[in-house]
């Protein structure tokens, strides 16, 4: 059976990187099928490539391997880490975002001690993730490659804010559509609204919304709505339009929703 490989980065066409990467993996693994998840990631933006990653990951056979290519450098705060979740192996640096890419801490982590690799901390994925990776095809155990029982750190900041009659939620990501998601699940939801009234704030009172619909055809060409999504997150969207450029929204502003 063939081993995938999946890749993310903010690597550009005119860079040599991601050839090299993918190459390198071929030589290692002969018969290694490699998955292009995205490599139109804005520069060094971290959240965007865990957002991609954390739809993208669960549709992928078991036993795929993924390689997160954004801020990938190591050091003493962001070690490089081997996890296996569910029967899917990641590979990348600890920057915080995995428990957020999982949707919960990982079954099983380990950390890389990149000296077994290399010696600098210059290009890691070809260096030090084409490595591992090509272990883990080839059939070697996760112990033989890293240090075991690692716990991951968690970035604080994609976590909801649960206060008495609110929930604080942020936006994440926006698509190509203008689309913002936010970081509030939908299990989160009715775990503290239930069915209770509510009221929806997109960053100030003027933009408010007082239900979350099935879909946007539940509201009018124009108009200001409210999903769950796919990935099973809180998605704000104007039907038609692009929700971040009218409204002028950044990663980090807030949707806030009160609840009676």
Same mark, same amino acid.
């Given at each position: 059976?063939?081993?995938?490989?999946?890749?993310?980065?903010?690597?550009?066409?005119?860079?040599?990187?991601?050839?090299?990467?993918?190459?390198?993996?071929?030589?290692y693994m002969p018969d290694v099928v490699i998955s292009d998840v995205s490599h139109q990631i804005?520069?060094?933006?971290?959240?965007?490539?865990?957002?991609?990653?954390?739809?993208?990951?669960? #549709?992928?056979?078991? %036993? /795929?391997?993924?390689?997160?290519? &954004?801020? +990938? !450098?190591?050091? @003493?705060?962001?070690?490089?880490?081997?996890?296996?979740?569910?029967?899917?192996?990641?590979?990348?640096?600890?920057?915080?975002?995995?428990?957020f890419i999982l949707g919960e801490n990982p079954d099983n982590a380990w950390i890389i001690n990149?000296?077994? #690799?290399?010696?600098? %901390? /210059?290009?890691?994925?070809?260096? &030090?993730? +084409? !490595?591992?990776? @090509?272990?883990?095809?080839?059939?070697?155990?996760?112990?033989?490659?890293?240090?075991?029982?690692?716990?991951?750190?968690?970035?604080?900041?994609?976590?909801?804010?649960?206060?008495?009659?609110?929930?604080?939620?942020?936006?994440?990501?926006?698509?190509?559509?203008? %689309?913002?998601?936010?970081?509030?699940?939908?299990?989160?939801?009715?775990?503290?609204?239930?069915?209770?009234?509510?009221?929806?704030?997109?960053?100030?009172?003027?933009?408010?919304?007082?239900?979350?619909?099935?879909?946007?055809?539940?509201?009018?060409?124009?108009?200001?709505?409210?999903?769950?999504?796919?990935?099973?997150?809180?998605?704000?969207?104007?039907?038609?339009?692009?929700?971040?450029?009218?409204?002028?929204?950044?990663?980090?502003?807030?949707?806030?929703?009160?609840?009676?």
């Amino acid at each position: 059976m063939p081993k995938i490989v999946s890749i993310i980065s903010d690597w550009k066409n005119q860079d040599f990187y991601l050839a090299a990467l993918k190459h390198r993996l071929m030589r290692y693994m002969p018969d290694v099928v490699i998955s292009d998840v995205s490599h139109q990631i804005e520069p060094f933006n971290t959240m965007q490539s865990a957002f991609v990653m954390r739809a993208a990951w669960r #549709y992928f056979p078991e %036993n /795929s391997i993924h390689l997160m290519c &954004v801020n +990938a !450098a190591a050091s @003493a705060k962001t070690p490089h880490v081997l996890l296996k979740h569910r029967n899917h192996y990641f590979i990348g640096a600890d920057n915080g975002y995995w428990p957020f890419i999982l949707g919960e801490n990982p079954d099983n982590a380990w950390i890389i001690n990149d000296e077994m #690799y290399y010696e600098g %901390n /210059s290009f890691p994925e070809l260096n &030090v993730f +084409a !490595a591992l990776a @090509a272990g883990i095809g080839n059939g070697m155990s996760p112990d033989e490659l890293g240090k075991p029982a690692y716990e991951v750190n968690e970035n604080t900041e994609l976590k909801v804010v649960f206060k008495p009659g609110s929930i604080h939620a942020a936006f994440l990501y926006f698509d190509s559509y203008g %689309n913002g998601m936010s970081n509030l699940t939908k299990q989160m939801f009715y775990e503290h609204v239930g069915d209770k009234k509510i009221r929806i704030l997109v960053v100030s009172e003027q933009n408010k919304l007082n239900k979350i619909n099935t879909s946007y055809a539940d509201v009018r060409q124009g108009s200001l709505c409210a999903v769950f999504n796919s990935q099973d997150l809180l998605e704000l969207a104007i039907r038609e339009g692009n929700l971040k450029q009218l409204l002028d929204l950044q990663i980090g502003d807030t949707v806030r929703i009160e609840y009676w």
